[in-house]
């Protein structure tokens, strides 16, 4: 059974910009691309740095450590196609973004 979780303030993220987040024990990675809120599987499947500490370029996700390249938009890893990151529904609602996550 899933459940949605309040993870940040809408306004906390600009766009362009990424970081880490922690819920119910699960760290995330939560992308701004264009206004869009994306959350993700926080760890590289690389080498396990947050990705929340990487960079965007537009909606490309660079790991931080050795750069490893993943679409915030799906996933997908741009580097390794067989190691994608798990993405998670997100909304915002009355200035909150939400992420739905399994319970
Ligand atoms: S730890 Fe992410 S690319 Fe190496």
Not at 6 to 14: E, Y
Not at 33 to 55: E, I, K, S
Request: charged letters at 20%; aromatic letters at 8%; one cysteine or more.
């Amino acid at each position: 059974m899933s459940q949605w979780y309040d993870i940040a303030a809408a306004d906390s993220l600009p766009p362009g910009q990424c970081r880490s987040v922690e819920v119910r024990g699960r760290r995330l990675a939560l992308a701004n691309v264009g206004g869009v809120f994306h959350a993700m599987d926080d760890t590289c499947p690389h080498r396990g740095v947050p990705l929340g500490a990487g960079y965007l370029d537009g909606q490309r996700l660079f790991c931080p450590l050795h750069g490893w390249e993943f679409d915030a938009t799906t996933g997908a890893c741009v580097t390794r196609p067989d190691r994608p990151l798990q993405k998670y529904p997100v909304e915002v609602q009355d200035g909150r973004v939400i992420v739905e996550l399994e319970a």
